[in-house]
C-alpha cells in the first residue's frame, strides 16, 4: 500500500470515528444533557467535572450550560441570530448592527434575483450554516437552496447538549456583505470576554474563514487584558508572528461590551 493511499484510509477511519462520537453525543444528549456534558469533560480534560463547586472557567461556563443557560429566555433570544438585534437595540447598540436585507423561513422564499451582487446568508439557530456570497454570478442559486434545505434538518443543539438552540424559530437572514480594505483577506474577529457586565479579556481570531475544512489550520489568534496587554494564548490555534496593535475603535469597543453585557 503506498503512502498516498494509507493515509487516504486513516483520513477514512477519522471521519468514520468522529461521526460514530458525535451520533453518540447526540444520542446521550436525548437521554441527559448533564449526562453528555459530564462524558464529554472526561474525554477532553481526562478528569470528572465538578459541577457541585465548578473553579475553573470551563466548569462555571458547563454549569451554566446546564442549569441556567437552556431555560433563559435572553440567552434563548441571544442565541438566534435574528431576535438578537432587538436585544441590541434594546441595549441602545442599534447602530452598531450590520444591514438587514432579508428574513424568510424556507429557503425556497428567497428572491435570488432581487438581492444585491454581495451579501452573506445564514440560519439564525446554529452555527456555521452560512453562505457568504462576494460575486453573485458566481453562485448557483439551485445548489445554495439544496444546501439551506439540508442545514435546515440539522440539530446543532444535540452533540453538546446546547439546548439553547433547540427553541430557537428558524429563519434565514440576508445580511450586507462586510469585507476587510486589503482585498481576499478575512475580517479580523474580536471576541470580548465580560464578566458580570465587565470586559477583561480579548480574543483575537485572524484568518478565520467560516466553513473552510482547513480553518483551524490557517487560523491565528491572540489575547489580550482590557488594556492591551498580550495574555497566554490558547493551545487549540496557532499564535501570531507579530502581536496586533490595538484597534483605533478599542474603547468604543469595550463600552458597547458593557452595555450588551449589563443584564448578567
Known amino acids: 500500500m503506498s503512502i498516498r493511499d494509507t493515509l487516504k484510509k486513516s483520513k477514512m477511519i477519522m471521519n468514520t ?39 475553573t472557567l470551563n466548569e462555571k461556563i458547563l454549569w451554566l450550560k446546564l442549569y441556567r443557560y437552556m431555560k433563559d429566555p435572553l440567552v434563548i433570544q441571544c442565541a438566534d441570530k435574528y431576535r438578537v ?74 452533540p453538546y447538549s446546547e439546548m439553547q438552540y433547540k427553541y430557537t424559530p428558524k429563519k434565514i437572514i440576508c445580511e450586507k456583505y462586510l469585507s476587510e480594505i486589503i482585498p481576499n483577506t478575512s475580517i479580523t474577529d474580536y471576541k470580548v470576554y465580560c464578566f458580570h457586565g465587565k470586559p477583561l479579556a480579548i480574543l483575537v481570531m485572524h484568518n478565520r474563514n467560516h466553513g473552510s475544512s482547513n480553518q483551524s489550520n490557517n487560523m491565528r489568534t ?43
Not at 23 to 42: D, F, G, K
Not at 90 to 99: M, S, T, Y
Request: charged share 25%; net charge positive.
Open 17 to 55: 470515528h468522529q461521526k460514530i462520537m458525535k451520533a453518540y453525543c447526540c444520542a446521550l444528549t436525548l437521554i441527559s444533557p448533564e449526562l453528555n456534558t459530564r462524558i464529554r469533560y472526561r474525554m477532553v480534560f481526562g478528569k470528572k467535572i465538578n459541577l457541585d463547586n465548578p473553579q
Open 85 to 158: 438585534r432587538e436585544y441590541v437595540e434594546k441595549c441602545g447598540c442599534g447602530r452598531i448592527l450590520n444591514e438587514l436585507i432579508g428574513v424568510w423561513e424556507s429557503a425556497n422564499q428567497i428572491p435570488w434575483e432581487e438581492l444585491p451582487n454581495q451579501f452573506a446568508l445564514k440560519w439564525n439557530f446554529g452555527f456555521g450554516m452560512n453562505i457568504i456570497c462576494s460575486d453573485k454570478k458566481n453562485l448557483d442559486p439551485k445548489k445554495a437552496v439544496s444546501q439551506l434545505r439540508a442545514w435546515e434538518k440539522s440539530k446543532p443543539w444535540l
Open 222 to 264: 491572540e489575547f489580550f487584558d482590557a488594556t492591551w496587554r498580550p495574555l497566554t494564548n490558547t493551545s487549540k490555534y496557532k499564535n501570531v508572528d507579530v502581536p496586533s496593535e490595538m484597534p483605533v475603535c478599542f474603547d468604543e469597543m469595550m463600552n458597547i461590551s458593557m452595555m450588551l453585557s449589563r443584564a448578567y
